[in-house]
């Protein structure tokens, strides 16, 4: 057991879709929930959240309450069901196709990682992905070290987190502008359930329709860029044209 969990949530409205189940489109030949959960393959547990279908031996399944209640209350329904010696925590839309075990395996780095010093100027992690290029995410691609870019390059909270000397409590992946993709993250299980729990005192107890944001207030992120040859990992399906898109990276 490596302490090492993975909560998928996969009960998004899919408006933008028509209403269908969108973790259960095919992106090359697999559907999108099947791509994701092999991109964790290696997760001692593994939830999923949502209207899921058939799920692998092993892959429990719930519903945040209430059902639709968004991904701040999907995300704490599936820490419920993790065991006590959970110590990290992978949070991922279920609509990530283009997802791969060395995308996941580079946020794991990045959030083990010593918390830069003031004195190294090692402030922003940049994950590596295969040689090859290759998105099949139930593929085990080799690993590559993480490097770490200059503080002139590197985003404001990671800077903030190198002066401060603080840990982070997730590290999660930004796109080529910067913005942190929220559902790509890997979380300290103790700083999410602490999150969670600050949130809903927030809210009078209740986490429907909480923003992903609000869990983020006071905590120290870890922004991991990708520099791997293949597509970002990050790249969600929200519309048909998206779906043609993550067809034509994975041929």
Same mark, same amino acid.
């Given at each position: 057991?490596?302490?090492?969990?993975?909560?998928?949530?996969?009960?998004?409205?899919?408006?933008?879709?028509?209403?269908?189940?969108?973790?259960?489109?095919?992106?090359?030949?697999?559907?999108?929930?099947?791509?994701?959960?092999?991109?964790?393959?290696?997760?001692?547990?593994?939830?999923?959240?949502?209207?899921?279908?058939?799920?692998?031996?092993?892959?429990?399944?719930?519903?945040?309450?209430?059902?639709?209640?968004?991904?701040?209350?999907?995300?704490?329904?599936?820490?419920?069901?993790?065991?006590?010696?959970?110590? @990290?925590?992978?949070?991922?839309?279920?609509?990530?196709?283009?997802? @791969?075990?060395?995308?996941?395996?580079?946020?794991?780095?990045?959030?083990?990682?010593?918390? =830069?010093?003031?004195?190294?100027?090692?402030?922003?992690?940049?994950?590596?992905?295969?040689?090859?290029?290759? @998105?099949?995410?139930?593929?085990?691609?080799?690993?590559?070290?993480? =490097?770490?870019?200059?503080?002139?390059?590197?985003?404001? =909270?990671?800077?903030?987190?190198?002066?401060?000397?603080? @840990?982070?409590?997730?590290?999660?992946?930004?796109?080529?502008?910067?913005?942190?993709?929220?559902?790509?993250?890997?979380?300290?299980?103790?700083?999410?359930?602490?999150?969670?729990?600050?949130?809903?005192?927030?809210?009078?107890?209740?986490?429907?329709? =909480?923003?992903?944001?609000?869990?983020?207030?006071?905590?120290?992120?870890?922004?991991?860029?990708?520099?791997?040859?293949?597509?970002?990992?990050?790249?969600?399906?929200?519309?048909?044209?998206?779906?043609?898109?993550?067809?034509?990276?994975?041929?």
């Amino acid at each position: 057991m490596t302490g090492y969990a993975a909560i998928l949530l996969a009960g998004g409205a899919a408006r933008r879709m028509g209403g269908v189940d969108k973790p259960a489109r095919a992106v090359g030949g697999r559907s999108m929930l099947h791509r994701v959960l092999g991109a964790v393959a290696d997760a001692d547990q593994r939830i999923v959240v949502g209207s899921s279908g058939p799920v692998p031996e092993g892959v429990r399944t719930t519903r945040e309450e209430p059902p639709g209640g968004g991904p701040v209350a999907a995300t704490a329904a599936g820490l419920a069901l993790l065991d006590p010696g959970t110590t @990290t925590v992978a949070v991922l839309a279920a609509d990530l196709p283009l997802l @791969t075990t060395a995308a996941v395996a580079g946020l794991r780095r990045a959030l083990a990682a010593p918390t =830069a010093g003031p004195d190294d100027g090692s402030t922003n992690a940049s994950a590596a992905g295969p040689d090859d290029g290759s @998105t099949d995410a139930s593929a085990a691609e080799p690993e590559e070290e993480a =490097a770490t870019a200059g503080p002139e390059h590197a985003p404001a =909270a990671a800077r903030q987190e190198a002066l401060a000397g603080e @840990t982070a409590a997730l590290a999660c992946y930004v796109d080529g502008d910067g913005r942190r993709q929220h559902l790509c993250a890997i979380w300290r299980f103790a700083d999410l359930r602490a999150a969670l729990d600050r949130l809903a005192v927030t809210r009078g107890g209740s986490l429907d329709g =909480a923003p992903v944001r609000g869990l983020l207030a006071g905590l120290v992120v870890r922004e991991v860029s990708w520099s791997g040859s293949g597509p970002p990992p990050w790249f969600d399906c929200d519309t048909d044209e998206d779906v043609r898109r993550a067809e034509e990276w994975t041929r």
